[in-house]
C-alpha cells in the first residue's frame, strides 16, 4: 500500500491507495508538534505501507523555494523513522490545496469543517494523481527522496 503525505506548518494530511493501487482514500490529519513524526511512522507501519509519496510545493515556474526546502527536511526525518525497506517518493503538489479546496466546497463542506479535512483531501489528490500517472506512464512519479 501507499500512502501520501501533505506536509504543512500546522497539520499533516495522510492518505492511502487501496492494495492495488488504483484509489486513494483520506486516513487521518496529524497535527504538527511533538509527536507528528512518530504518528505518521505508526500509520505508515498500519497500514503496512511499502511507499510514501510527499508533495513537494513548486513554484510556477517549477522551482523550489524555502517551503520546498522544510518539507524535504521533514520527509527525511519521516524516512528515518518508518521501517526499513520502505521507500519515499518527492511529487510535484502545485495547486494541490486549491483542488481540494474546490472540491470540498463544492461537496458542500463549509469553514471550519473544510479547514479540518483539507490536508486529508491534499493528499488524496497527491496520491490520486501519483497514481494515475505511474498507471498512464508506467514510471513512478516524483523522484526518490
Request: aromatic fraction near 2%; hydrophobic fraction near 40%; charge should be neutral.
Amino acid at each position: 500500500m501507499r500512502i501520501a503525505l501533505d506536509i504543512g506548518d500546522a497539520r499533516i494530511g495522510v492518505a492511502s491507495s487501496d492494495p492495488h493501487g488504483i484509489l486513494a482514500t483520506p486516513v487521518e490529519t496529524v497535527r504538527r508538534g511533538p509527536g507528528d513524526l512518530d504518528r505518521i511512522a505508526a500509520l505508515a507501519a498500519e497500514l503496512e505501507a511499502f511507499e510514501i509519496v510527499v508533495g513537494l510545493p513548486r513554484s510556477l515556474s517549477g522551482g523550489e523555494g524555502p517551503a520546498a526546502v522544510k518539507i524535504r527536511e521533514t520527509a527525511a526525518q519521516v524516512l528515518d523513522k518508518v521501517r526499513e525497506g520502505t521507500t519515499m517518493r518527492l511529487v510535484d503538489e502545485r495547486f494541490t490545496t486549491v483542488t481540494a479546496e474546490r472540491m470540498l466546497r463544492e461537496r458542500g463542506k463549509k469553514g471550519s469543517k473544510r479547514r479540518a479535512v483539507v490536508d486529508q483531501a491534499a493528499a488524496v489528490v497527491i496520491l490520486q494523481h501519483a497514481l494515475d500517472l505511474e498507471r498512464e506512464t508506467g514510471n513512478p512519479p516524483g523522484r526518490p527522496l
